[in-house]
């Protein structure tokens, strides 16, 4: 299995591109499942969740066509609406094809999906709205089978903000008759990506990026040609890369635009941030300032970006406290770091950092996606080497992590 292996202490000076969104691409990619004709989809990023997705949406059917960066699918026929458990089960976001495949063909058996070990991750949010839309759904086998003639558009209220439930039930509710409104909708901005995607292929849909989402159901939909969003968490890790080692890069291909609530602790926590137009610009102090952090929904603080913050804490001047309200076992990374010598104490969903003067190299495992990106921070700051196992984590979220590092000046390589 490969490791990461990261040679700490350069401070990252230059320039790297930013990647589509992996969070925008998922769900956008399942549109594709709504429409008879043939998508094409641009900025697509290169990762092992996008080729997981594409390979499930070839064995039901769709032909998939990529170069690089764009995908084209076409679903003109479905004749295998099932995601089987073998393909799913290292991906959260697979859920993402049950909406679509039962308001196309009136059924779907997808099973219950994998993804980062960061809490239980339900999908009861999901179902509930399915049936309140009139689809007949059964959960048995670890699968959900949901069956319905045609959807009806219906009020759905979710018990919980939920960025995947929301996309689900917003493409669902594209092919419904009559109109559905998703009251306490997610406001992320993948949602927002994933609305004028759906607009773009004929959906009529107001309200996105507000709580309110009202969708009024066609007949059909026809086929488009959409461009990915930034990756906003790419954005905000290779910034809180720079701001730990006490660099000055500029990323380019993103913006400040989705990040407000992370460009704000970064200010706080010392740095100069500057929005171009498609740039940013970060330059850090020789040492931070430890920030308090609080996760919730869009637009407060993102909680894929707080175990990076718990990196930067960790060496930064003073104490931090930070709060998980979103999912209850994301503080895998805390132990990994601690190995590396860092100041924390875990009580329930808080944390608190007394930041260190230095981190040692060491051998840590990555546990999940960001907590995986916690350990690339804290292994380009520490003193000597650091051995990062089971990278497989960063592969599903990371596009050619190494390279765009090491453009950065990291000394970091890949070995088996
Ligand atoms: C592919 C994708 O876009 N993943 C993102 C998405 O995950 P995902 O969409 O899975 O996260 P949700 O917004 O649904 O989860 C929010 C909370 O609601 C709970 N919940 C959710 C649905 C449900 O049916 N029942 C239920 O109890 C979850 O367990 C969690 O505690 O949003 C998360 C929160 O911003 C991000 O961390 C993930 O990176
Ligand atoms: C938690 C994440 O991904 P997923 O929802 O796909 O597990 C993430 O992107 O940080």
């Known amino acids: 299995m490969d490791k990461l292996l990261i040679e700490g202490g350069v401070r990252l000076a230059g320039e790297t591109a930013i990647s589509g969104a992996k969070n925008a691409a998922l769900p956008i990619l399942c549109a594709a499942l709504l429409t008879r004709e043939p998508m094409t989809f641009t900025n697509v990023p290169q990762l092992n969740d996008i080729d997981t997705l594409l390979k499930l949406l070839g064995q039901m059917g769709v032909k998939v066509s990529r170069d690089n960066a764009t995908v084209t699918l076409d679903a003109s026929a479905i004749d295998n609406p099932v995601a ?14 049950l909406g679509p495949l039962v ?20 999908v009861d949010q999901h179902i509930k709205g399915l049936q309140a839309m009139g689809a007949q759904v059964t959960v048995e086998h670890g699968y959900v089978h949901a069956v319905v003639p045609r959807l009806r558009g219906a009020r759905l209220f979710t018990d919980m903000v939920t960025v995947t439930g929301t996309e689900n039930l917003m493409m669902a509710a594209c092919l419904a008759d009559g109109e559905t409104v998703i009251e306490n909708a997610a406001r992320e901005p993948e949602v927002v990506d994933l609305a004028n995607c759906l607009v773009a292929m004929g959906a009529r849909i107001s309200g996105a990026g507000t709580d309110v989402i009202r969708i009024r159901g066609v007949e059909r939909l026809n086929g488009a040609t959409h461009r990915i969003m930034p990756d906003r968490i790419e954005t905000g890790t290779y910034l809180c ?35 171009e137009r498609d740039a940013i610009r970060l330059k850090a102090p020789a040492r931070l300032t430890a920030v308090n952090i609080r996760t919730s929904p869009y637009p407060a603080f993102p909680t894929d970006m707080q175990a990076q913050f ?25 132990v990994e770091l601690q190995r590396l010598g860092a100041d924390i104490r875990i009580d329930g969903n808080t944390a608190v950092v007394q930041g260190v003067e230095r981190l040692q190299g ?16 804290a292994g380009l700051v520490a003193e000597g080497e650091t051995v990062i196992e089971r990278i497989y984590h960063l592969d599903r979220g990371y596009e050619r992590l190494e390279e765009k590092l090491a453009a950065l000046g990291a000394r970091v390589r890949r070995v088996a």
Not at 250 to 272: E, F, H
Not at 316 to 330: H, P
Not at 362 to 374: F, G, I, K
């Open 362 to 377: 060491a051998t840590v495992m990555a546990t999940d996606l960001r907590a995986s990106a916690s350990l690339v921070i």
């Open 103 to 122: 308001a196309r063909c009136g059924e779907a058996r997808v099973s219950l999906p994998g993804g980062c070990a960061i809490g239980a991750r339900p």
């Open 84 to 97: 089987p458990y073998e393909m799913v089960k290292t991906m959260r976001a697979s859920i993402l094809v």
């Open 310 to 334: 718990m990196a930067i804490n960790a060496v930064a001047s003073g104490a931090a406290m930070i709060r998980e309200t979103i999912f209850e076992n994301r503080f895998m990374h805390a």
């Open 241 to 275: 890369a720079a701001a730990a080692t006490g660099g000055e890069i500029r990323l380019t291909r993103t913006s400040t635009a989705y990040l407000d609530a992370v460009v704000d602790k970064l200010m706080d926590a010392g740095c100069d941030v500057v929005a």
